[in-house]
């Protein structure tokens, strides 16, 4: 099957996207709490380790920029500790999450959506031909 259709259409995403869809609905039915209250904080959480990796990505980049004498037209404020202190605030954030008893399926379910995402990224890049 092809990543993307004639037409342009991103096949296997909008079968994931589906197909999460599907699961979602039918948890509905097995788990005692509200799929959409779920879902919606796994969302939160999704977002703090997102804002995390962005700010890893950051100070990677930069670093290597600097390495390779580019210039950079944006000068960010204290770096790197400023990125630095955000990604600790954020890990603070999810620690707390982590402690909360009310929070514990919605961060395990952001956990592992964070892993599948990471898997299926290693399996793309395992698969396609070193260019």
């Not at 979602?24 to 995390?52: C, E, K, M």
């Not at 890990?91 to 995402?117: D, F, H, I, W, Y």
């Amino acid at each position: 099957m092809q990543d993307i259709a004639t037409n342009k259409t991103p096949i296997i995403g909008v079968l994931a996207g589906g197909g999460a869809g599907s699961v979602a609905a039918i948890g509905q039915f097995f788990l005692r709490q509200d799929v959409f209250t779920l879902l919606a904080s796994s969302i939160g959480a999704i977002v703090l380790f997102i804002y995390i990796l962005i700010a890893l990505a950051e100070i990677r980049q930069r670093r290597r920029f600097e390495a390779a004498a580019v210039p950079l037209p944006l000068k960010m404020w204290w770096f790197p500790w400023l990125s630095y202190a955000v990604i600790i605030a954020l890990a603070g954030v999810l620690l707390t999450l982590a402690l909360m008893p009310e929070q514990k399926n919605a961060l395990t379910l952001s956990a592992l959506t964070m892993l599948l995402v990471f898997g299926a990224l290693w399996a793309h890049r395992m698969r396609k031909p070193a260019a």
